[in-house]
């Protein structure tokens, strides 16, 4: 059975990144737990009940997020190595490693939604570190590709397109982690850096504080970063209209069948036997009726009334 809507992965990656930031930043506000427009994308999902929502989606664009990975990998195996006929280029070592890196960028979100700022802030600034670094490097990774390998899988426009994203992303990364480790933009006090009144809770400024600036060109850039990266992703939806996938198969073990035919066939002897006033060993059954299995070449395989039309011959690598 072929599924033809494989361009929805990477819209729903978006989708429920995006309802994430939506529903943690609204209901944030809405209940005075973070500033109103100079917030962190994480302080969404640092307090109970928004971090449960919060949490819950994020990790559901992570799932969908590595799935899209591995079928942009898959996309590059189809129509290189089998309509292009180039199974051996060096593309596809390239392809594989970026596709582990958007696994490791998914599992660096699903760290941000399992330990919010708040409980484990160690934790959470490492999946955020590994999930905007592992993104960021996937997504230049993929436009590389897509300029180097001929002929063109990807439109011409749709790369630039890409490689401007990528190029903000990246310079918003670089001023995000600029401002928030380094405070370039803090104002001195009497000419000494004031101590960050907040500590580990959700930062919240006056307008008149030292930290106001510094902190919201810090959060302005992580949410930059953050609308881009997933722009990005949103954006292999246009490739993988073309695709298809055939839902996987499931085989069943003959020695499986053959234990379960047995006991069905013992289960019917007893049950006959006791209908019939007829008191016997259950060990004389199951003996006898193991003979007759093991005694037979053939492994029983239900009847099948009507005919199955035979499936219509399609190209397995239509692009």
């Not at 729903?12 to 005075?32: E, R, S, V, W």
């Not at 919240?204 to 997933?230: M, Q, R, V």
């Not at 939806?237 to 055939?246: D, K, N, P, T, V």
Request: aromatic fraction near 14%.
């Amino acid at each position: 059975m072929a599924f033809h809507s494989v361009w929805i992965f990477p819209i729903l990656a978006t989708g429920f990144a995006l309802a994430a930031f939506i529903c943690g930043y609204t209901i944030a506000a809405g209940k005075n737990d973070a500033d109103a427009w100079f917030m962190y994308i994480s302080d969404g999902g640092a307090k109970p009940p928004e971090s449960c929502i919060f949490g819950q989606l994020l990790n559901l664009s992570a799932m969908f997020l590595a799935i899209s990975s591995y079928l942009r990998h898959r996309q590059y195996v189809v129509y290189y190595g089998h309509y292009c006929k180039d199974k051996d280029g060096w593309w596809n070592a390239v392809s594989l490693t970026l596709m582990y890196v958007g696994f490791i960028s998914a599992f660096g979100m699903s760290i941000v939604a399992n330990f919010n700022e708040l409980a484990v802030p160690a934790v959470h600034l490492i999946g955020a570190l590994i999930a905007f670094f592992g993104a960021t490097i996937y997504c230049w990774g993929q436009v590389f590709l897509s300029y180097a390998l001929e002929p063109h899988m990807t439109p011409l426009w749709l790369n630039h397109i890409r490689t401007i994203l990528v190029a903000f992303a990246t310079g918003a990364l670089v001023l995000h982690l600029l401002c928030e480790f380094g405070k370039p933009f803090v104002k001195k006090v009497n000419g000494v850096f004031p101590t960050d009144p907040t500590g580990n809770n959700i930062k919240k400024y006056d307008p008149d504080s030292p930290f106001y600036t510094n902190h919201l060109i810090t959060t302005c850039a992580e949410w930059g970063l953050a609308l881009s990266l997933e722009a990005v992703v949103l954006t292999f939806a246009w490739e993988l209209r073309q695709f298809y996938i055939h839902i996987p198969k499931m085989h069943l073990k003959p020695m499986f069948f053959v234990k379960s035919f047995a006991s069905s066939e013992t289960r019917n002897i007893i049950q006959s036997e006791h209908e019939n006033g007829i008191e016997q060993h259950s060990n004389s059954s199951v003996r006898d009726n193991e003979t007759i299995i093991s005694g037979s070449s053939k492994i029983p395989r239900p009847r099948i009334n009507g005919k199955v039309a035979p499936a219509p011959k399609r190209n397995e690598y239509l692009y």
